[in-house]
């Protein structure tokens, strides 16, 4: 099975803009795709850094000696640099999809089209599960889950039907789950369910606050005109990575000094997300929604 087909990859190589000397990071190291091209694109005096918290993406490390691989979250960016002596980069990549290999692996429970324990843990040395946010959290806190990570319409009748359903019976897997959504579920039934499973996956794996981290440590350690390259799947990442690279916060407003003049840590390269081809969603469904911003450090 392949673990991951690199989304965008031409257009992620294009907009590093690599200088075969420089140090760059591939923060979602997955399958090692995007990794693969931008070790081809160095010289022996460049030096490329993968991150991925995901045990499984071991088995795809690069035996190269300009590769070094983590097997961390990429919150601990600046750390795991330090570490190994980097205080600044030429460039950095996050594709924060889920890898194709996690959807295809039934027992990691990412996916409704199987019936697997309710996991979702992105870092399997993590103890908190999908299952644990079903079985414990309150009526308010699920539907509150509900409608901002998944933007689900009917998110308080949802979270009242699971806490009564629960009552008598604790959710083990996703089929328990999938046979309680069809009984409320509005609107297209793949859609639905795929809102209510990306909301339980982003509140295990606390993905957006994640993010957060690692855009500041990112804006931190590049050098100077270094690039930051992000690729995002939905419109709750998108819209902080928009904002972040535009203003260097994530409420998406101005901050201007003394003197009015407006704080832009960041040069958008392109003003507009690039969007994948026709050609490459017809190749690969799952770039259908991808959404690849560029910004390059002032």
Excluded at 21 to 27: E, H
Excluded at 126 to 144: C, K, P, R, W
Excluded at 275 to 286: A, G, M
């Amino acid at each position: 099975m392949e673990y991951h087909k690199p989304v965008l990859l031409e257009e992620c190589m294009e907009a590093l803009q690599i200088n075969p000397n420089g140090v760059y990071v591939d923060a979602t190291f997955g399958g090692g795709g995007h990794s693969k091209r931008i070790v081809e694109a160095l010289d022996k005096e460049g030096t490329l850094i993968g991150f991925d918290q995901d045990e499984d993406a071991e088995k795809n490390i690069l035996i190269d000696d300009r590769f070094i691989f983590v097997n961390n979250n990429f919150q601990y960016l600046k750390r795991y640099l330090r570490l190994h002596g980097i205080k600044q980069v030429d460039g950095i990549l996050a594709d924060l999809g889920v890898s194709s290999h996690q959807l295809d692996t039934a027992e990691r429970g990412f996916s409704f089209r199987f019936d697997a324990d309710l996991d979702m843990r992105m870092n399997q040395q993590g103890e908190f599960t999908a299952a644990d946010v079903l079985n414990t959290y309150s009526v308010q806190d699920l539907q509150q889950l509900f409608s901002q990570y998944g933007e689900v319409r009917n998110a308080k009748t949802l979270a009242n039907k699971l806490v009564e359903v629960r009552a008598t019976k604790a959710f083990k897997s996703t089929g328990d789950l999938v046979f309680v959504l069809e009984s409320v579920m509005r609107g297209n039934r793949q859609r639905y369910l795929a809102q209510v499973f990306q909301a339980l996956r982003i509140e295990v794996n606390q993905e957006l606050e994640v993010l957060k981290t690692f855009l500041q440590q990112a804006m931190e350690i590049l050098n100077e005109e270094g690039r930051l390259v992000v690729i995002s799947y939905h419109s709750l990442e998108d819209r902080l990575v928009k904002n972040f690279i535009k203003y260097g916060n994530f409420k998406g407003e101005a901050e201007k000094d003394f003197y009015g003049n407006i704080h832009r840590p960041f040069k958008l390269i392109t003003k507009k997300a690039i969007l994948p081809s026709k050609e490459e969603c017809n190749i690969n469904p799952r770039a259908r929604s991808a959404k690849l911003r560029v910004a390059e450090k002032n």
